[in-house]
């Protein structure tokens, strides 16, 4: 019997695969235009595989959960970001999830999420921010976190995305050093996470999951910006798939 976990993200689709108790296999792909379309691409994969609905129960979650028509359920992603981030961690922790759309605190206690806070309806802060900044400097998210750990201190003072962006586009005519622009752009992000966190509260270590944990520069500048060290790990990316696969069980 199979167990899995789908987690159709607004950026990235995530699968994770439990034979039994033992996680035996995660994918993922960009879930591009249609989230109906890479949940139909996602099955054709399994199936290669010899699973299928005869031979598995499938817990879908994320952004395009409910574009999963052949899932036995629908659970929300703090749910699922809190028991895979608990999984993986193996003890009660707070959980930092930067997705492409939204940032949440979650904190997880005796593998039950107790509390969870999100910030608005607002790219700023989130992992389509990073994207849009990138952009602007003609880079990827994980060269931009190399650099700013080379940047002096700037600050980026809009909070509107589209403003943002406006701003880095002046600095970049200013002349002003790339690595400093990344700086700024990293800061600008890691404050809106430490003003969340703090309101939040912290119970635990603090657990990231998400794109981002896969990339060292970030987690390093955003344990600095926090003040507390930032835990996390490349399966931290696949929290949410593999929480709701175990929701299966």
Known sequence: MYYIGIDIGSTASKVSVFNDQNLVLNFSMPTGWSSVEVSKIVYEKLEKMNIDKDNSRII???????????????????????????????????????????????????????????????????????????????????????????????????????????????????GTPREDIARGVINSITGRVYTLLYKHGIKGKIYLTGGLCEIKPFVELLSERLGKEVISSPLGRYAGSIGAALMGF
Do not use: W
């Open 60 to 174: 879908a979650t994320g952004y395009g959960r409910v574009s999963v028509p052949y899932a036995d359920k629908t659970i929300t992603e703090i749910t699922c970001h809190g028991k895979g981030a608990h999984y993986l961690l193996g003890e009660d922790c707070t959980v930092i999830d930067i997705g492409g759309q939204d940032t949440k605190i979650i904190t997880v206690e005796n593998d039950r999420v107790t509390n969870f806070t999100m910030n608005d309806k607002c790219a700023a802060g989130t992992g389509r921010f990073l994207e849009l900044m990138a952009n602007s400097l003609a880079i990827g998210i994980p060269e931009l976190a190399e650099l700013a750990l080379k940047g002096k201190e700037i600050s980026i003072t809009s909070m509107c995305t589209v403003f943002a962006e406006s701003e880095v586009i002046s600095l970049i005519g200013k």
